[in-house]
């Protein structure tokens, strides 16, 4: 990634959400490729190529997505935007590994957000909204029936 001057250790990272036990993704029942099931392996992809495609880069507290275009992310029209954030359901010093270069890799988890909440992190912050993410434990596991942090 591009990242500033001085962050050089910021720049490699991979994105990860977990999907439900029950959510279709096999090779012998191709459900999981229909909308309903694809949106989160397509937000994995369209983040992974966001870097790249735009020169910058994505850290912890980083969110993608536009109060004033709201795009939805999923076919149910709940989720418009993301913020990167640490993974919570991995083990202690499991968030980041070393490349055989001895370059360091970062875990970050992707939590799809609802228009109220990106809104609320672009009002209050990114601090303030992880903060209530993970005091209600939105972890990386996707839920997409999650009632908003919003007035929580």
């Known amino acids: 990634m591009h990242v500033p001057r001085g962050l050089s250790k910021l720049a490699l990272a991979e994105v990860c959400l977990c999907l439900p036990g029950d959510w279709p993704i096999g090779q012998e029942d191709m459900q999981w490729a229909t909308p309903e099931f694809f949106w989160p ?28 275009r709201p795009e939805p992310l999923d076919p149910a029209e709940r989720f418009v935007g993301l913020i990167l954030l640490e993974p919570m359901t991995f083990p202690k010093g499991a968030n980041q590994v070393l490349a ?38 939105v972890t990386e596991l996707l839920n997409i029936h999650r009632p908003s942090v919003i007035g929580v």
Do not use: C
Not at 42 to 68: C, D, F, M, N
């Open 100 to 137: 055989d270069s001895g370059r360091e890799i970062r875990y970050l988890r992707i939590v799809p957000l609802l228009k109220e909440e990106l809104a609320f992190k672009m009002e209050n912050g990114s601090r303030a909204l992880a903060d209530l993410l993970k005091a209600v434990r």
């Open 41 to 68: 392996i397509k937000v994995l992809k369209q983040l992974a190529r966001y870097p790249h495609l735009h020169e910058t880069w994505v850290s912890e507290g980083h969110t993608i997505g536009s109060i004033e």
